[in-house]
């Protein structure tokens, strides 16, 4: 087992549901450790640097607009094989597809209205998490 960190984002769907409490406990039930947390309005220069791989597509700015609707909560969670637990707890990007009892199986709407973003990956976990975190804001 190996101790990780992880970013997750609570999307303005989630948000706008109320589910910021529901959704942490899901986590620290299932052993993640908030080691961070703040509440920002993201800009079009932190969305475009965060999706630049989908800066290009047609539908960016839709993406734009979705993530600019409210402001979102952030966390740092941290704990055994986090990316992969909180990656599991969500369930897959569609929730359409997405089975009851993941998170995004009971509070998600499709592929881009899925209630939370979660790194992928140990490197897009660092990285994700120095876009929105400086190192004294994350304690642990």
Known sequence: ???????V???PDGMQKNLTGVILKRFT??????????????????????YDFLVDKPFFPD??????QCPVMLWVLEGENAIAKVRELLGP?????????????DFGVDKSTNVVHASDSPVSAQKEIA?????EEIFG
Do not use: C, N, W
Not at 2 to 7: A, C, H, N, P, S
Not at 63 to 68: A, C, E, G, R
């Open 9 to 11: 984002i609570i999307k």
């Open 93 to 105: 990007t569609d929730s359409k597809l997405a089975p009851k009892g993941t998170i995004r199986g």
């Open 63 to 68: 993406i734009l607009s979705y993530m600019q």
């Open 29 to 50: 039930e299932a052993g993640m450790r908030p080691i961070a947390s703040k509440m920002m309005q993201l800009t079009e220069v932190i969305l475009r640097d965060h």
């Open 1 to 7: 087992m190996t101790l990780e960190r992880t970013l």
């Open 131 to 135: 876009r929105f975190f400086r190192k």
